[in-house]
């Protein structure tokens, strides 16, 4: 029983790791509420999750450490796929309200879907190469999206994981107002622990070779 409790036991190592997660889903949520500096702290909390599968320092100094180091490449890359999602919805905006034969709003609706997929296959990689590599944006987008492309079904997961949210709050928005603390706290230290471990074993992988 005592060595259930040893500060080096697998159940201790868990316990502190998923402590160290919330405090960083906590900094990440914090240094996001201006949404431009989304990209900059998404980056420093990837920094962050892989420091902590290599036990490097993730401190709460360390977070802002990252965050300036990554502030322009991170929000760079951040502002580059705004643009991407801006794009997909001027084609559906256009599609809904301009285009008149329905073969073609078919068309641009689903060039919109295929757009908003591509969308979110990229944000999971694109903040995780920024902290990881050194690359200019557009390298990094480049990256963001064959990285995607080479395990799509995981990809694709991982963008269910970040639309989960939105999906409830439409389909059940009183629970998901009641339980905002969870959802803006827990959800995304798992969901960011869970990406970042497979991209990490990703990137493992890569440097192998």
Do not use: H
Request: net charge positive.
């Amino acid at each position: 029983m005592k060595e259930f409790f040893r500060f080096d036991s697998p159940f201790m190592t868990a316990l502190s790791q998923a402590g160290s997660a919330l405090i960083l889903s906590f900094l990440w949520v914090l240094c996001s509420l201006p949404l431009l500096t989304l990209g900059a702290s998404t980056t420093a909390y990837f920094r962050m999750m892989f420091n902590l599968r290599e036990e490097k320092p993730c401190g709460i100094k360390d977070f802002f450490r990252a965050f300036c180091k990554n502030v322009k490449d991170g929000t760079l890359v951040w502002l580059l796929l705004i643009l991407i999602l801006e794009t997909a919805f001027l084609i559906r905006f256009a599609a809904t309200l301009f285009v008149l034969q329905e073969y073609l709003r078919y068309f641009l609706f689903g060039l919109f879907i295929a757009l908003l997929l591509v969308w979110l296959f990229m944000v999971q990689y694109a903040f995780a190469i920024t902290a990881y590599y050194k690359s200019t944006p557009f390298q990094t987008l480049r990256n963001s999206f064959l990285l995607s492309m080479e395990d799509p079904l995981g990809s694709f997961l991982g963008a269910g994981l970040l639309i989960l949210p939105l999906l409830c709050y439409l389909i059940f928005p009183n629970s998901v107002l009641n339980g905002l603390l969870l959802w803006v706290t827990v959800y995304p230290a798992a969901v960011g622990y869970l990406l970042s471990g497979r991209i990490y074993n990703k990137f493992l992988k890569m440097r192998e070779q």
